[in-house]
């Protein structure tokens, strides 16, 4: 799953990446993002997961995308085009086994089944679902969802549906639910080596491909009583030594952050004092001895023996890794390293 900005990370460096180690395809979540990775000369499968309309059909068909869908009106559509322009399209079939969101319903299959058994242009290429709590230790939900999913699965073959891939398992349920993995699987968030849930830890074990830095913009001393940043919610209580950074939430360095994230600097923990402007972030370095113009700081990954993660910041920002990675902003430049190199 390289959707988002391949989770924020750059999703095609990432899809050249993966493709050259053997990952048979990609999953996005729009039209465009797939056809950025049609653009970047990825050759690859690409599954557009999150819908589409009926007039993407040619944009789908141009750059072989292959999109998911889970409703009549749409299907009927598509179909109807398809055929018009003596064209085939393979899609796979979303069915919704519990989140409520997008896919036909199994409880309505009598309904939909027989059409899709009758479809002509388009070809069903596969099946799938998602699993809405895979990430909670209580599983139950999670083993009804996969149970409805194999009912339809069955349904399907009995009405002569051929269905080359089945695939329902996100990184939670690839850590911890080797039963729902058919014949393919889905992770996201594990590619970038960050866990679902902390206790995802104890099972595998994963190391972040991405660190976020910057470096000291300014360092002053301000006297006791001063106030930081907009709003004046921090004072300072002592003279305080207070570095600024060139970056701020235009980056995607989430406003929660102010006046309770922290940053490496020196090796130590600074923490952010005063509200996180659009693009200036101040840091109280009083304890920190030496902080420069151009020291090197860590906003996420290590330094020293001190490391951010991103589950760490997401608590910070009431948010989880994901928000995190996916926030980071087109602002901020991606530079990419082999594993060879430091
Ligand atoms: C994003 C997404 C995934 C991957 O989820 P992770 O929790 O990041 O592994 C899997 N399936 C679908 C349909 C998705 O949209």
């Known amino acids: 799953m390289i959707k988002a900005n391949a989770y924020g990370h750059g999703a095609v460096p990432v899809a050249r990446v993966l493709e050259d ?41 141009e750059h072989h995308l292959t999109p998911v869908t889970g409703e009549l009106e749409v299907m009927r559509k598509l ?11 393979e899609f796979h079939l979303k069915v919704d086994t519990g989140m409520g969101r997008i896919g036909f319903l199994p409880g309505e299959i009598d309904s939909w089944l027989p059409e899709i058994a009758r479809l002509k242009s388009l070809k069903l290429k596969g099946l799938l679902s998602i699993f809405s709590h895979a990430d909670s230790p209580e599983e139950s939900y999670t083993q009804k969802q996969l149970e409805i999913f194999k009912r339809v699965i069955e349904k399907l073959r009995k009405a002569g549906c051929r269905l080359p891939l089945v695939h ?10 080797p039963s729902s993995y058919f014949t393919m699987v889905r992770p996201g968030l594990m590619l970038y080596g960050s866990y679902p849930a902390p206790e995802m830890a104890s099972r595998v074990s994963l190391k972040p491909v991405l660190s976020w830095k910057t470096q000291v913009l300014q360092v002053k001393r301000l006297p006791k009583g001063s106030s930081i940043s907009y709003g004046r919610s921090f004072v300072t209580q002592r003279e305080s030594l207070i570095a600024t950074l060139p ?56 330094q020293g023996t001190e490391t951010i ?6 608590r910070w920002a009431e948010t989880i890794s994901y928000e995190i990675f996916t926030s980071i902003s087109s602002r901020v430049s991606r530079v990419y390293y082999n594993s060879q190199e430091e």
């Open 21 to 61: 180690k053997g990952s048979d395809g990609f999953g996005v979540a729009t039209l465009e993002e797939g056809i950025e990775l049609r653009r970047g000369k990825i050759r690859s499968a690409i599954l557009v997961l999150a819908g589409i309309y009926p007039e993407q059909l040619d944009e789908l068909l």
């Open 247 to 302: 970056l701020g939430y235009a980056d995607g360095y989430h406003r929660l952050l102010s006046n309770r994230g922290v940053v490496l600097v020196r090796g130590k923990r600074a923490p952010i004092v005063g509200r996180i402007c659009m693009d200036l972030t101040m840091i109280d370095v009083t304890d920190i001895a030496r902080v420069e113009q151009g020291d090197e700081v860590v906003l996420l990954g290590r």
């Open 168 to 177: 329902l398992a996100n990184s939670a349920a690839v850590i911890t639910l």
């Open 309 to 314: 993660s991103a589950e760490e910041m997401g």
């Open 79 to 89: 179909e109807s085009l398809a055929q018009r322009r003596r064209a085939n399209l």
